[in-house]
Nanobody
Framework: QVKLVESGGGLVQAGKSLQLSCVFS????????LAWFRQPPGKEREFVAV????????YYADSAKDRFTISRERAEATVNLQMNNLKPEDTAVYYC??????????????????????WGQGAQVTVSS
């Protein structure tokens, strides 16, 4: 069974940086798309970024482009989310999610939470103004 454990959340001032990490276990890391979603207070969960396993493609929500970077550390089976120039509106619980892919498999909506089978417990990020 796939298990995802996030770490690195906390309280940070606007304009500062923070890195979230998600450790993957229970299956073959290289077969999974790994994504970050977030849920701001009182709002729906939303897509942030995804790293796909074959070809290394990454995709970002508009709110994350140019400020956030998703990356994989294969040797440690970890996916990171480097967040720079944080804003108060980035305050949310951040979740790591995983979906097994197959080479030349069917396409899917990588920005939809329903596309992912496995979820971490979440990490709180609070950005003060």
């Amino acid at each position: 069974q796939v298990k995802l454990v996030e770490s690195g959340g906390g309280l940070v001032q606007a304009g500062k940086s923070l890195q979230l990490s998600c450790v993957f276990s229970g299956s073959t890391f290289g077969d999974y798309a790994l994504a970050w979603f977030r849920q701001p207070p009182g709002k729906e969960r939303e897509f942030v970024a995804v790293s796909r396993p074959f070809g290394g493609d990454t995709y970002y929500a508009d709110s994350a482009k140019d400020r956030f970077t998703i990356s994989r550390e294969r040797a440690e089976a970890t996916v990171n989310l480097q967040m720079n120039n944080l804003k108060p509106e980035d305050t949310a619980v951040y979740y790591c999610a995983a979906r097994r892919e197959q080479l030349f498999g069917a396409s899917y909506n990588y920005n939809s939470q329903t596309s992912y089978n496995f979820w971490g417990q979440g990490a709180q990020v609070t950005v003060s103004s």
